[in-house]
């Protein structure tokens, strides 16, 4: 069932009817004549007249069913009116947002996780809403937090291989995907998700520690790793240096052990001690 536009007129000069209305009806009834019948009439016809007035506010939508078939939603602004027989039901096309409860699940690594999300949405189509689905605002909730479980277990928590995608690394793909995955659920009740987005990504509490002291040690490692590389070839550098300006002459043995010590003294975490050597190379 798709939205389509119902019909109603401007409430304005129909209140100048309903007046007109009344005011013939109140003459007929005061005039004491055969015709007081008629103004009672009109009076009853003027109070029914009344029931087809409504309010439409803005970014808002009046669903309208005559006899419990649909009959269309009028969304112009201000004071309308339309069939009095029509039961009109308000629904609003602001743009609305909540934020997901915590939800416990695990990676695609078998880790659990704790992970939220703040989803953006409105509804684009009231018929959709109002007869596709029995609540819309509960139905986009409890879809939202499904669709939030089923994206988080679709991806690591911290990804292993460069360039594989995760929970923690790749924000932009993953809000996409978490977006695409929401609005697939909601399309059938008229719903348009704006934005989603992860408010909340922690390891659970019983392993949190352990994955800090992983992370720690792949820190730890990788900083290393950076110290190593860059000392190696310092080295290097000093030893093509001294060849090339003659400066020494030295053995493998000795270019050897002046690469221990440039080593030590470069990857070293605290501050080397000179030691002056006042003999002879080789002593």
Partial sequence: MNERKGSSVAGIPVVGL?????IAGLILLLSRSPYAVLGVLLGVLDVFLLKGFFQVAPNTGQVMQLFGKYTGTVREEGLRWTNPFYAKRMISLRVRNFE???LKVNDSDGNPIEIAAVVVWQVVDTAEAVFCVDDYENYVHIQSESALRQMAQSYPYDAHDSGQPSLRSHGDDINTHLRDEIQARLGKAGV????ARISHLAYA???AQAMLQRQQASAIVAARTRIVEGAVGMVGMALEELRKQGVVELDEERKAAMVSNLLVVLCGERGTQPVL???TLYN
Avoid: F, H, P
């Fill in 205 to 207: 509490q019983e392993i």
């Fill in 18 to 22: 309903c007046v007109l209305v009344a």
């Fill in 192 to 195: 348009e998700v704006t934005e």
């Fill in 277 to 279: 050597n006042t003999g």
């Fill in 100 to 102: 997901s409860s915590k």
